[in-house]
């Protein structure tokens, strides 16, 4: 059997007596030891999942980013190929001037 050394006493509200008494174990003191190591062993699985839940919310912030960088390249390429069309319209007719004159 486990010693315990560290005889204390204090005092809680009415509020915290339904807790405890609503907690897993065979009286107060038990109840009360199974509580505060829950909670302490709760804290890191709870800070794991806020380190997880901060790495979505990063990148759901780069998302719109991205978007906006990739509708812009769009743009760009959608530019570039109305000029290439132009020019390409340009060296035909020259080509049909030139093999019109051929003729």
């Known amino acids: 059997m486990m010693t315990k050394p560290h005889i204390r006493s204090f005092r809680y509200s ?3 007596a339904c807790i405890l008494n609503s907690y ?3 009286n107060v003191s038990e109840k009360f030891e199974n509580l505060v190591t829950d909670a302490f062993c709760m804290v890191e ?18 998302t719109p980013h991205n ?3 990739a509708t812009e390249q769009l743009s760009m390429l ?3 190929i109305k000029s290439a069309k132009f020019y390409f319209g340009i060296v035909e007719r020259r080509a049909r001037e ?3 004159k051929e003729m």
């Open 24 to 26: 897993r174990g065979s």
């Open 98 to 100: 030139l093999s019109e």
């Open 45 to 62: 699985k709870r800070q794991q999942d806020l380190d997880r839940i901060n790495e979505q919310i990063a990148q759901r912030r780069e």
């Open 14 to 16: 009415d509020e915290i």
């Open 67 to 69: 978007l906006e960088q």
């Open 78 to 80: 959608e530019k570039d």
